[in-house]
């Protein structure tokens, strides 16, 4: 069974940095895309960033070079490291595991199969 466990939310103030990270197990973690998701409340879940098994990226246009995904397959962990946050990023934060193994980087959410329960960032004004 595949299970994926989000970590290092919180609340901070703006221009502040958080690492979120995700860890994964029940299946090989190395040759599955993976991505970050978020939702804030009364709005549709919206991809942040996703990564390839062959570590191509993509980033919605709202976080380009604020932040960084990444993966370190030796420890099964999915990273998002998010700097200069704003308000507008306040939101619960999911990552989530391509339905297939291998494959290019996908920015469409009905791509992922297996989602995290999720962990709160609040970013104070």
């Known amino acids: 069974q595949v299970q994926l466990v989000e970590s290092g939310g919180g609340l901070v103030q703006a221009g502040d940095s958080l690492r979120l990270s995700c860890t994964a197990s029940g299946r090989t973690f190395s040759i599955y895309g993976m991505g970050w998701f978020r939702q804030a409340p009364g709005k549709e879940r919206e991809l942040v960033s996703a990564?390839?098994?062959?570590?191509?990226?993509y980033y919605a246009d709202s976080v380009k070079g604020r932040f960084t995904i990444s993966r370190d397959n030796a420890k099964d962990t999915l990273y998002l490291q998010m700097n200069s946050l704003e308000p507008e990023d306040t939101a619960v934060y999911y990552c989530a595991s391509k339905r297939g193994p291998y494959g290019g980087v996908s920015s469409d959410i009905r791509n992922y199969e297996y989602w995290g329960q999720g962990t709160q960032v609040t970013v104070s004004s």
């Open positions: 990564i390839s098994w062959g570590r191509s990226t």
